[in-house]
């Protein structure tokens, strides 16, 4: 297997030397992967590569699609929007079949732009915000879910607890703001009231006005739309000023390094996130790789696999690589059996498979919350 990375500002044609046991001739077809390979959410982009890089192997292994191999062109948009429209730029004028990515949605709806311009389907395995399908584009899909589901989800959870209260913040993201009002919504719906509700600014490390309003509002649960740094950041500053309330958030929580930066602190914190298909009795043998590999093949890592796996299939079952093809196939209500399970697309390009659950932190290690 072959791939070809690049920065946002450098150019394509670096080679990394990968061939595949079958055989090291030129791949024919090139698909695109982008995400943050560098800056604070790098752990996601590695993810996606990690999971890509299988995805090409294991289908190269097996003769390509439709006879031809697959080559991976891997673009970096560091989760900067800017970034990321010139990384689909690039990507575009390498005439990519497909572009994998992006992760943050806030560069997923920019570069998503480019792509149609230039009638390239675009499968996110972690984009989240509903506008990301809500545009009336054909080219855009994703087999991770939506925030709307995903705020409805831990509003749900929350609500079993009564006479609890929540406060709600978000970093201004695209993905961490649409998650917050979204959960808020939700949560309104079920006739309960945040305490309060703000933004927070990414990129601080001192938050202990906001650990101050939040110990002086008894807060019992804290919903963030955002990610694992500030996360951690709050959950440890708690602790420290003894304020026992529990941090809730979406998947972006779900990662290793979340418990890198909350040690203990993070205990009891609550996610919501996919089913892990690292669960799934067929994905034995491909968990293994990964963890033979020294490798933890968590949370997007088989969204990403699943993502390629699924343009594939839909090339294969359209008997072509041609864009407008594989993207009537992907909405023509087809069923794709891959290693998330058995998904499709609805006419927006969201995913029809596997909905949210909760999780929960402790020991180090993410669980099924009861």
């Not at 080679?15 to 992967?33: D, W």
């Not at 749900?156 to 406060?167: Q, R």
């Not at 509700?197 to 990129?203: F, L, S």
């Not at 003894?242 to 009891?268: M, R, S």
């Amino acid at each position: 297997m072959k791939v070809v990375s690049t920065l946002a500002k450098a150019t394509f044609g670096v080679t990394l030397g990968l061939a595949l046991a079958t055989g090291a001739a030129r791949a024919e077809i090139p698909v695109g992967l982008a995400g943050p390979m560098t800056g604070p959410e790098a752990q996601f982009g590695e993810q996606f590569k990690r999971g890509a890089m299988k995805a090409v192997e294991d289908i190269n292994a097996k003769g390509g699609v439709l006879g031809q191999k697959i080559e991976l062109v891997i673009g970096d948009d560091a989760c900067d929007p800017k970034q990321a429209r010139s990384v689909a730029e690039d990507l575009s004028a390498k005439k990519v079949a497909v572009v994998i990515g992006h992760f943050c949605s806030g560069s997923s709806i920019p570069a998503s732009e480019v792509y149609q311009e230039n009638g390239i389907p675009q499968i996110s395995p972690g984009s989240t915000s509903p506008k990301y399908t809500e545009r009336g584009m054909d080219n855009v899909f994703r087999v991770c879910g939506r925030d709307d589901q995903q705020g409805g989800v831990a509003a749900d959870y929350l609500s079993k607890f009564k006479g609890k209260t929540v406060a709600i913040i978000h970093d201004k993201s695209a993905y961490g703001k649409g998650l917050a009002d979204e959960f808020k919504k939700a949560l309104n719906a079920k006739g309960v009231e945040e305490v309060f509700y703000e933004a927070i600014t990414a990129g601080e490390k001192d938050y202990s006005a906001l650990v101050t309003k939040i110990k002086a509002a008894r807060v019992d649960y804290l919903f963030l739309g955002g990610y694992k740094t500030e996360g951690g950041l709050i959950v440890r500053q708690m602790r420290d000023q003894g304020v026992a309330t529990t941090l809730v958030g979406g998947d972006a929580l779900l990662v290793e390094e979340y418990w890198a930066i909350t040690g203990p602190a993070g205990q009891g914190t609550l996610v919501t996130f996919s089913p892990d298909p690292r669960l799934l009795p067929q994905n034995a043998q491909l968990v293994k790789y990964f963890r033979d590999h020294k490798y933890e093949p968590e949370t997007y890592t088989l969204y990403s696999y699943a993502a390629l796996q699924s343009w594939a299939l839909a090339a294969e079952k359209a008997k072509s690589v041609d864009p407008v093809k594989v993207m009537a196939t992907l909405k023509s209500g087809a069923k794709f059996d891959t290693v998330i399970g058995t998904v499709g697309f609805d006419a927006k390009g969201d995913v029809v498979g596997p909905t949210y659950v909760v999780y929960v932190w402790k020991d180090g290690k993410y669980t099924y919350a009861e």
